[in-house]
Each structure stands twice: as structure tokens, then as C-alpha cells.
């Protein structure tokens, strides 16, 4: 039977305590209203569980007792017999009696002193009863009675130490009695025989108390380790609601991010389109010259700082709307690497400015592929893009696009730049975050432009991988997946399979 039944077992502290704090209370307080040195809840169990073993015996004790007076009515005149016999059964179910009303009576009036004071008391009765057996010697003197008389009080003791073994004090009160009364009847009848009955009547009793006791202790064991059990059940129940509400709470506040961000880089876009609208119209002069050519190259920053701002709003518009579930693909038949030459047209002037040597390798004879094709050049144009930036001067970039293992396609971007730390590839994935040595080395950005990338192939049913070694450059692969590919198209041009684009260095 579970504890938490019995609310009023447990001793609450005060709220402000912490749990530790409330449990050492707890169980002080319930050790101190205990009968058993214990827990009050721990008792409950030890009453109850003596108590249906009592009831579950009210039949096999009875016919025991009746079975051992028909073989001593071979010995035993039967008025003898007949006394033993009614007063023991009369007398177990008083004991019986007492255990159901025990079981029937509702928790909330538990009361562990006055219930073992009353099953106590009832076993001393029932063991009152047992010691009739002392009549025997009086009613018929003679060793075969003094045998039977010494084996059914052994027999007695054996089924009461068992039956109560949940309360040892009550397996002592059973068993005294008998084991005093018969033992003295049976040192009064002198004799060697006698003698020898009376020392094993009293080693039996000792022996099946100390046995009662040790089942006692096994049994508060079981309930010891039930019951840290059942705590330990409830608070991982507990630290899975407190778990999957703070998950709940974080993935609102994330929603509510997504949505502010996207919220806040549309408002600002509208100002900056005239602020590069306007810079790029000083700067190009188009409504005269400048007095002053340095207005000129303050109009100049002014645009490029203007570029650069958009930029990050877009990116962050981007991820906000791809976190937030409202970046929606516009999915066609596209190439790979008609997309790849586009993106490596637009990004080979900044990659010479820095005499970069940018190798471009595609397979021309690949079948088309099944996607966005704004989002797989914004995938390019950010692999592209970061290569270019961390690599460092006279560096060497090699941008691969063809068939990958199991029918996929992929596109790969190597360079030989200063690399990242293995312990920081999960930081450059995660949005706004940097490589140490990177964000030294190179340009400064928002970190946006890889988890981006990784979400986008996420939303592609694809992969990104990222591969990194300090001092030996970076390689990073996006993987579109077999069931994306078209095979049933013809490819995109006919070209040789392989062709190769350099840009020259300077």
C-alpha cells in the first residue's frame, strides 16, 4: 500500500524551506510520532501488511490446531484437548477480528501507538490460550504426552512467529506464555526427558523471535527501498513537467524572438533603401559635383556602411523567418551548376582583389535538381562569401560541384585558411556565434551566414557538413538528398562532363 495515501502520515514544512531542508523534517517528525523508531508511514505499511497476513490465516490456522488435537487425543484424555482446542480458535479469531477492523477503518484515524498496543494485546490473549497447553501434563503424566505437548507448542510458536513477524513485539507476546508455562510444567515433571524438553522449548522460543525479528527488519528494508523508490519516481516526474515547461516557456520566448527580429528588420529596411538610395546618388554625383571631394568619400562610407547594415538585416530576416516556420521554399526544376557559375561570376572580383586563387570544378553532365533556387544561391553565395573573407591573401579556394555518394548532389567549398578549432565548429554553427581565432584574422560579420546555410539544407531535406583543422584550412559540403534529384530530366547543357574555372591570381 502507497504512502501518499495517507496525507496526514506526512509532516509538510514551510514553502520558503528548500526540499532538502523540508525532507530532514519530514522525517524527523515522523520518527519521533512513530511506534517503531521509524517513520509513521513505514508503520502503517508493518501494521498492514501483519495485519491480511493475520487474515489471510484465519482458515489454516484453525485447521491446524484441529489436526494437532486429533493426534493428541491418542495421548490425551479429550476434556484436556477440548479446552486447548476452543480456546485457541475462540481467541485467533478475536486476533482476527481485531486485523479487520484494523484494515477496515479509514486512514485518516491511523494511529500507530494505540493499533500495536491493541494487535499486542490481542496476541498476549491469543497466546494465553496457546499455554493451556500445560493441561496436558495435569490431566495425563507420562512421557508420550510430555512429547506431544512440547512438539505442538513448537509447532504454535513456528506458525505465530511467521504470522507476525511484521510486529515482533506481538510474536513475543504470542509466544511467552506458552513457552513459560509449558516449559515450567515440563521441569516440574522432572526426568531427564523433561529437563530436555524444557531447555528446547525455551531455545525455540528465543530462536523463532530472533527469527521474526530478522523477517521484520527484511521487511522495513523492502518498504525503506519501495519508498525511495516512489520519491524517486516523483521527482523525475516532477523535474520532467518543471523540463517540458521551461522548454514550453523557451520555445515561446524563441517564437516571440523570430518574430520581433523579422518585425524590427523590415521597419529598418525602409530607412536604409533611402539612405543607400540617397548616399549612392552623392556619391556618383549625379546632381553635380562636390565642393568638397572629401563629402565624396563620406558619402562613399556612408553607402557601403548602408550595404552593409542591409545585408545583416536581411540575414537576420532571413533566420528569423526560417526559426519562426515562415520561410516557405518556391520549389522548381533548377542546376546546381548554372547556379554555381552565377555565384562565382559575382563573388571572382572580390576573391582577386585579395589574390585569391579561386578554382571552380563542376559536373556539367548532372541531372537537375528539385528546389529553391533563391535559397540554394543564398546557400552558394554564403559558402562562396566566407571562404573568400577567412582565407587569407594569395590563398587558394577550390569550389566543387558534382555527384555525391548513394545518387545525391553536392556542393563543396575548401580553403586554406587558418581553420577553426575543433571544440569551436558547434559555436560557428549556432547563430551569431565566432570563431576565436577567425574573428581575429578576417572581416567581422554576424555569424549568420552558416546557420542559415544549415537551415536552409535542413528545409531542403539535405545536410551540411562542416569540416575544420587549425592551419590547414576549412572545407564545407552541402548535400542534397537522392529523392530531390531528377533523373528522368535530361541534363542541364551538353558540355564536356568536367569543366574547371580559374581565377588567375592579382
Known amino acids: 500500500m ?8 506526512e509532516v509538510s514544512a514551510r514553502p520558503s524551506m528548500p526540499r532538502s531542508r523540508q525532507r530532514t523534517v519530514s522525517d524527523a517528525r515522523q520518527r519521533l510520532t512513530s511506534s517503531s523508531g521509524t517513520k509513521a508511514s513505514y508503520d502503517f505499511e508493518l501494521l498492514s501488511e501483519y495485519a491480511n497476513t493475520r487474515n489471510s490465516g484465519k482458515i489454516a490456522m484453525p485447521v491446524v490446531v484441529i489436526a494437532l488435537s486429533l493426534l493428541a487425543l491418542i495421548w490425551v484424555p479429550p476434556f484436556a484437548v477440548g479446552i486447548w ?17 484494523f484494515l477496515n477503518s479509514p486512514k485518516v484515524e491511523f494511529e500507530a501507538r494505540r493499533h500495536t498496543t491493541t494487535f499486542i494485546v490481542a496476541e498476549t490473549i491469543y497466546g494465553l490460550a496457546w499455554s493451556s497447553l500445560a493441561l496436558f501434563a495435569f490431566a495425563e503424566a507420562g512421557q508420550d504426552v510430555l512429547v506431544i505437548q512440547w512438539a505442538m507448542l513448537m509447532v504454535g510458536i ?29 521441569v516440574l515433571s522432572q526426568g531427564m526427558l523433561s529437563y530436555a524438553l524444557a531447555l528446547l522449548a525455551i531455545g525455540g522460543g528465543v530462536f523463532f523471535n530472533f527469527l521474526s525479528r530478522t523477517l ?9 527501498h519501495r519508498a525511495e523508490k516512489d520519491s524517486l519516481i516523483y521527482e523525475l516526474e516532477e523535474a520532467k513537467l518543471m523540463s517540458d515547461e521551461a522548454r514550453r516557456e523557451a520555445e515561446q520566448a524563441n517564437i516571440a524572438k523570430s518574430r520581433f527580429l523579422a518585425t524590427m528588420s523590415h521597419e529598418l529596411r525602409t530607412p536604409l533603401n533611402a539612405i543607400i538610395g540617397f548616399s549612392e546618388v552623392m556619391k556618383s554625383e549625379l546632381l553635380g559635383p562636390m565642393e568638397h571631394p572629401q563629402y565624396k568619400d563620406y558619402s ?12 545583416l538585416i536581411n540575414e537576420l530576416l532571413d533566420l528569423s523567418r526560417i526559426e519562426a516556420g515562415k520561410y ?34 563542376f559536373d556539367e553532365a548532372m541531372p537537375k535538381l528539385w528546389g529553391d533556387e533563391r535559397a540554394v544561391r543564398q546557400v552558394c553565395l554564403n559558402l562562396l562569401s566566407n571562404a573568400i573573407k577567412f582565407t587569407p591573401q594569395s590563398g587558394r579556394i577550390t569550389f566543387k560541384i558534382g555527384e555525391g555518394d548513394g545518387g545525391t548532389q553536392i556542393m563543396s567549398v575548401r580553403d586554406n585558411g587558418p581553420g577553426i578549432p575543433e571544440n569551436e565548429i558547434a559555436t560557428v554553427l549556432s547563430s551569431f556565434g565566432q570563431g576565436s581565432l577567425a574573428a581575429k584574422t578576417a572581416e567581422q560579420g554576424a ?55 580559374k581565377t588567375a591570381k592579382g
Open 2 to 9: 502507497s504512502t501518499t495515501s495517507q496525507p496526514d502520515l
Open 85 to 101: 482446542a476452543g480456546s485457541v480458535i475462540l481467541t485467533h479469531f478475536g486476533v482476527v477480528l481485531t486485523c479487520r477492523q
Open 158 to 186: 513456528a506458525a505465530n512467529a511467521i504470522s507476525s513477524r511484521a510486529i515482533p513485539s506481538a510474536t513475543l507476546a504470542n509466544s511467552a506464555p506458552a513457552v513459560l508455562t509449558v516449559g515450567t510444567t515440563l
Open 216 to 224: 521484520h527488519r527484511s521487511a522495513l528494508k523492502t518498504i525503506e
Open 300 to 311: 562613399g562610407d556612408i553607402h557601403a556602411s548602408g550595404e552593409h547594415l542591409l545585408n
Open 328 to 361: 516557405d521554399l518556391s520549389e522548381e526544376a533548377i542546376s546546381l551548376v548554372d547556379i554555381g557559375e552565377d555565384c562565382r561570376r559575382m563573388l571572382e572580383i572580390r576573391a582577386r582583389a585579395k589574390s585569391i586563387e579561386l578554382v571552380a570544378e
Open 447 to 501: 555569424g549568420l551566414g552558416l546557420p542559415i546555410v544549415q537551415k536552409i539544407m535542413e528545409l531542403h531535406q539535405g545536410r551540411f557538413d562542416l569540416f575544420s583543422k587549425l592551419r590547414f584550412g576549412t572545407e564545407a559540403i552541402a548535400s542534397f538528398p537522392k529523392s530531390r534529384v531528377l533523373n528522368a530530366m535530361a541534363p542541364v547543357k551538353e558540355r564536356p562532363k568536367l569543366k574547371i574555372y
